[in-house]
């Protein structure tokens, strides 16, 4: 059996990690010198296109370097930081139980027994905490918040100005974050957001075909006992379309589909293999990131997709104006579900009056009913 390195974990840590060698040069030049303007960075990118991935990369690495690190989600973040920071997130405060009392001028005391009043260490300690905790890390401290676009914005504010203040205390510290593509203008956008404003911004795309190439070639060469011809690297990177999460699912279907049926330790690569690969790896995808994507939109906007992929030219380009006409309304009246399509990184808008797909395979998908749910589908065939 072969070892298979690819590890197509949707929003996980991956086995093996290829690409985004820009991001993480800045990150490590960053990480020796305080006054780089790349010690904030503000990740983005669609679904699958590596965000959590990268920010745990993005530890790794802080973490070999000594610093202290502290990964947030974004349920109750502030609360989990301040957590990591303290070892608690509650203090529980004593009232003295001899309490002196004056009635009518005369004076005297009473004695009762201690009350004790558990209290919640809110946002608005934050920042007290944080300075405290940059003072006795003197290897610099690195947060990561994933997901940002699901963090109150309030809670990001409260962030940013914790941030802020360390920095102009002239601490070692760092944040990276990582979201959507709408995401980026939501937060910078908010007044008490300015120290995310500043920081470097990271959008996350495709691979080209080079770096795509290099990364298979790269992991490939690792697996002892298999070989594999570079027409069929090329086969596998015309099938992913750069796509790092697609590009895991080949990987681990080919290196599965090799180990189902041979036994040998030495095995070269077939073109049968490759293809076996391919359509199991875009079927899954289909399955874990299209349709869920698609399960998200209103109808409004699954209905544009479709319209759009029907009006797709040569260069893969539709014009708004032909999606109008086949929905029969005017453009003004699609403008709403194009802005949310283009916020969240489904589609994108190259030129004026036109439109293009930036999710892989999604303009075929839009097009079947399976993306339909399967017990909808189910109910639909028994006539409920």
Known sequence: MFSNPFSPIFGGKPDVFFGREKVLNL????MIDVGSDDRAIFITGTRGSGKTALLEQLSIRAASKKRKVIDLGPE???????????GYDEVTKTVNPQANINILGIGGGISAGSVSKTEHIGKENLQTILLEACSNYKKGILVTVDEIQKVPIEDVSSLCNAFQMASRKGFDIMLAVAGLPYAYSDVIKHEG??????????????????????????????????????????????????????????????????????????????????????????FAYEQRALKPLLDELANSEKTYLVKMSECLNSDRLADTSDIAARLGVAQNKLSRSRAYLIDHGIIASPERGKVMFCIPYLADYVKKDNYVSDVITVARQRRV
């Open 76 to 86: 109750n973040t502030i609360s989990q930081m301040i957590y990591a920071l303290t």
């Open 193 to 282: 957001c300015t120290y995310l404003r500043r920081a470097t911004h990271e959008e996350l795309g495709l691979f080209t075909w080079e770096e795509a190439a290099d990364s298979f070639n790269s992991i490939f060469s690792e697996i002892k006992g298999l070989s594999i011809g570079q027409e069929k690297i090329e086969k596998l990177n015309e099938a992913s379309y750069g796509h790092p999460y697609i590009m895991q699912l080949l990987g681990y279907h080919l290196v599965l589909n090799i180990n189902d049926h041979v036994t040998g330790k030495k095995h070269s690569v077939t073109d049968e293999e490759v293809q076996v690969a391919i359509k199991n790896a875009i």
């Open 27 to 30: 990150f490590e030049h960053a």
